[in-house]
């Protein structure tokens, strides 16, 4: 049976639309990987956040990692990708302030730019959704995320130790643990080797750049894009789309879009169309 030039049109752009590869856009696998500071040895430049991602996923310009102090008073934002950069698994992704860099050979994805307090709240945070939170030292007035809204529990730093991630139970006193620093890898102890699923760091000079500003005046309401309180002008490592855009474009194969096709197969219809009637 003969299908008309529509049908067959029809019947091929489903097949190619069907054909064509998912992007997998989520921040949810995101985590709070290691916190690392020494304000307590006097030297506050040494210090570092990490991240990890053991599913795969993308990083968007309302991504962010935000500081608050003990009371909860929200400190300062940085933002993590200028654009839409998606990644696989495992990926580590770094913070860190050049002392960090220095000190254990390993690069960085971001500088960090905002001081970590004696006892402090971190939480990731995309499109104004607190997704993981980790606070240490005293706290009085807790910061929840999305999948821990009753944890009210905090971890305690010992000296020249980091607070690292070693469950998910969204209880940070079980989650986490006090132990000796280890950026770039897993917090088991284990010798991570190096590349992550990541992009991979240009050899050009780390430098820190100016003040971390203030970002009190954040505004949390609404669906508008975060509050951009910090961009890092020195690491761009992750900017895999320069454009930016709000969903991320993970797909493999040639770029172009369905209305590419749509426009292609409209062509064949027309074109098919005339030689019948010719």
Known sequence: MRLCPLRYALALLAALLVGMPS?????????????????????ANRRFVELSNTEGGCLFPTS????????????????LAQGTSCFGAPTYFLLATPEITSEFGVPRDRALLASLPAAGQICFSS????????????????????????????????SNLSISRIATTHLVDTDWQARSPSPRQPNDGSV???????????????VDAGEVSDARMRI????????????????????????GGASCSCQSGPGGGSAVWIFALLLLWWRSGKRIKG
């Open 127 to 158: 499109s104004q959704t607190n997704y993981d939170c980790v606070r240490w030292g005293t706290i009085s007035n807790v910061i929840v995320d999305l999948f821990g809204q009753g944890d009210q529990t905090t971890i305690s730093v010992g």
């Open 23 to 43: 992007a997998s856009a989520g921040v949810e696998h995101w985590q709070l990987s290691e916190v690392f500071q020494d304000s307590s040895q006097g030297n």
């Open 192 to 206: 991570w080797i190096p590349p992550d699923a990541g992009p991979q760091p240009d050899a050009g000079a780390i």
């Open 64 to 79: 962010t990692l935000d500081f608050y102090d003990a009371e909860g008073q929200l400190l300062s934002i940085q933002s």
């Open 220 to 243: 949390d309401s609404g669906a508008g894009a975060d509050a951009q309180g910090i961009v890092d002008t020195n690491d761009r490592y992750l900017d895999l789309d320069p454009t």
